[in-house]
C-alpha cells in the first residue's frame, strides 16, 4: 500500500503524505535475530574477548556484513529499548512502539554508517544514543502539537514527562543534558558505557578503549565528577 | 571495586558508577567538598539508579515494566539465548506473615509449562532466585477481557460462548496436565490482537498431583469469582475452577457479577446468608435461553449441580450455538463463499488466504465445502443493520465521499460505522501489486472490536485522545479496500490479519518532500470508485455486492462484505 498512513492530525491539514514505513520494513528485514548464541559476558577482570569484538562487527557492518549487522541488533537493541523507555513520555510511548522507534534509529544510523569514522565503539555507542535522543525529541513534539494549525509550541516542550524528568526533574535533565554535549566525547562515552546503558566493566573497557577493568572504572569515575562540575556550572548561569 | 579514597569526589563517583550506596550526610559535612559539585553528583546517582533499575534476569534482558502489583512486576523482556520477546513475572517474597512457596510456585510453572495449548498462555521457564521467582512466558499483546467489557459494555451471547468454549479447552488442558488455574476472571484472560484468547496468570494455581485434598485456608483469587464452598472453607477444586468462569461469562455478557460486593467480607456475608444471587435473565432478558441456562448450570452453589468437567460446559455452550439450525455450518460456509467470490472479483492474495483459513476450517469438520452464493445470504441467527460510509476530512469539515469523487494527496479519510448490534469490523487494504495492509482493528487504537452497537463508530478511532485518519496519495494502479462487518469475531481472518502489515503511523513525509515524490512516484490525481462491481461479473453473484456503501443502513444477516476501490482514472 503506498498510499496510506495513519494521521493524528499533527502537522500542516494535507501537508504531509505517507509511506507504509519503509523504514521499518528495511529494519525488519535487516535486523534478524543472528544464528549464533552470543556468548555471555564474563566478569573477569580483563575485557571479554567477544565484548571487543563489538567493535569489530561496527566495522563490519559499516562495510555492509549482514551477520554483523544482525549481532549489533541483537546486543543493542534491548539495551536501548530499555534506553529510551526512561526517556519517552507516556504519550509518546503510546503513540510509537518503544521497540520500533529504537529498531528504526538503530536501522537508520547502521545505514549511514559510511559517514561515520569511529573511533571505538564507545563513539558508536555515543552516535546512537544522539541519534536516539533526537528522534525521542521529535516524538515528544509532535505529541505536544494538538491540533492540525498549531504551532510548535517550545523547543523542549514535553506535554507529560519522561519516567526520568518525572524522577529528577525537567530542569535537572536538561541540565545533565547540557552538560553532557559539553563533555569531552571520551568522558561522555564512558557515562553512556556505563551509566546509561549499564555495560558491566569488560564491556564498557572495550568500549572505550581501555586497557583493563580498572582503567574501564577510573574512567567512568573520573568521567561522572567532571559531569557534575559541568552540570554545577550549568547551575551558576 | 576499591574505593578512590585520595579524592572525596572521586570516592562518590566510584560508588555511584559501582551502583553502591553513598553516604550523602556524611559527604555533606564534609567542608573540603565543593558542595555544589556534590549536589550534582547526587543528581547523577539517581539518574544512574534509574538507568539500573532491574535491567536483567538470567538470559533475559528487562526492557520495559508492563504491570506492578504487591507481589510483583511484569515485565516485557528480550531473551537473549533464543532472541525473542517474552514476559517475565518476577514474584516475590512481600514480608512475614505472607505465604510465599518460592518452590512450589517454581513446581507449578514447570506443570504448566508441559500444558501445550493454544488458549493457555505458554510458559518458557521458571527460576528461583533468592526471595524471588521470575517465570518468563509468551509475550501476549492485546486486551484483557475486563479490557474489552470496559471499553464496549456487554458482550453478545453468541461471542460470550465462542470465548468461553475457547476457556473451556483452555481450562480441559489445565485440569487435564493435574493443575487448577484458581484465579479465572476477566483481568486473567486476554484476547491477543489477532483474536486468539489467552488464559494467563496462574499466580493462584494448584498442584492437584501433590495436594489434592488441600486443608485449612485454601482462599485464593478473587472473591467475585470464587465458589461458594471455598467461601465455607472446603479446598478449591476442578468444580470451583467451573464456577470461576460461569461467573467469568456472566460478567462477560452483563459487565456485572451475580453475588456483587465490594470486599470478601461483603460477598462472604451474601454466600453464608445465601442471598440469592442476580439472575443472568434479570440483567440480560434478551438472552437466548438455551446460553442463560448453560452459564447457570456453571454457577450453580451447590459443586454437584455444576457440568462434571469443563468439557460438559463446553457441549453445553456449543448447543447454544446450534440453535436455529447449523450455525456453524452456515456462518463458516457464508465467509468461505463470500470469500470466493471476492476472490474471482479481484484475484487478490489477501482474499485467496482468507479462501484458504476458511476452507482449512470448513475441512475441520464445521462443514465440508463452501456454501454456494445462495446459502451465503441466507440467515444465520437472526438479522441486523449496518450502515457504513466514508468520509473525506476538508480543514475541520468532513464529506461523504461519492462515486466518482476526487481525491488529492494528503486527504484524510475515515470510515463512519453503525450496526444495529455490537459488531466486529475489519478493514483490510490492498494494492494493485498484492500488497495488503490491516487498516483496521489496529493495536494501541482506543476503538477495538467488538464496535458497540447502536451508534455511530469513527475508524479507525483515536489514539491518545487524537482522532486519526487513513490519509491518501495517490501512487497509480487501484488501492482496494475491503471492509467486513460481523456480529462475532471472524477468527480465522483474525489470523490471517493478524500476519499482515499495518499502516505506518506517525511517520510522515514532509509537504515539501511531495513535489519530489510526485515527480517520480506520483501519476496524478486518484478517484474514488465505490460502484458494483465490474460489468464483466456474473450475474449470479450475491446482490450485496452491486451497492457497496449504500447510502442507507441495510439490513443483513452473517458476515456483511463490502469493496471500495479507490483507482485512477
Redesign the interface.
Known sequence: ?????????????????????P???RARSRCV??RR??V?VSNDRKPAPEAASSFELVMRARGGDQDALNDLC?RY???L???A??RLPA?AR??????DLVQETMTNVVQRLDKFEPRHEGAFQGYLRQALLNRIRD?AR??LR?GPSEPLATVHPASDPS??EE??GQE?LE??EAAMTRLRPDDREAIIA?????LP?PEVAAALGKPSI?AA??A???A??R???E??RG??R | MAPLADDPLLSVAASISDGDPVDWDRMESDHTIDTDVLEQLRVLDRIAQLHASRSSWGSLTIVEPLGHGTFGDVYRAFDTDLHRDVALKVTRAVGPGHAFDADRLVREARLLARVRHPNVVTVFSAERKDDEVGVSMELVRGRTLDEVVRANGPLSAREVALIGIDLCKALAAVHAAGLLHGDIKAHNVMREDGGRIVLMDFGASRDLTRSPNATGDDFAGTPLYVAPEVFAGQPRSRASDIYSLGVLLYYLATATYPVPGDTRTAITRQHEQQVPRRHLRDVRPDLPDAFIDAVDRGLAVDPAARYASVGAFEAALNGTLQEGGRRSAIAIGSIAAGVVLIGALVGSAVYSRLSGTARVNTNSGVATTPAPATTAAAPIAGSYDVGATMYRVDGDSPSPLRPGDRLNPGDKLYLQVRTSVAAHVYIVNEDDRGESYLLFPLPNQSLQNPLPGGRDNRLPGVRDGREMYWQVTSAGGREHFLIFVSPEPLKEFERTFASLALPNTNEPVLSARLSERAVGVLRGVGGLVAGPPRAEEPATLSARFETPLASAPETTSGTWVRQVTFANP
Request: proline share 8%; no cysteine; net charge positive.
Open positions: 500500500m503506498t498510499a496510506f498512513t495513519l494521521d493524528a492530525g499533527i502537522l500542516q491539514g494535507g501537508a504531509m503524505i505517507g509511506t507504509l514505513s523504514v521499518l520494513q535475530p543472528p548464541r552470543e555471555p541483537a537493541l534491548p539495551r529499548q530499555r534506553w523507555h526512561g504519550s503510546g503513540a510509537l512502539d518503544t521497540h516524538e509532535r505529541g494538538r519516567p526520568l524522577a529528577i535537572a541540565r545533565y556505563r551509566i546509561e546503558l549499564g566493566y580498572p572504572h577510573m567512568v569515575s573520573r561522572l565528577v559531569l557534575a562540575q552540570m554545577s547551575t551558576a
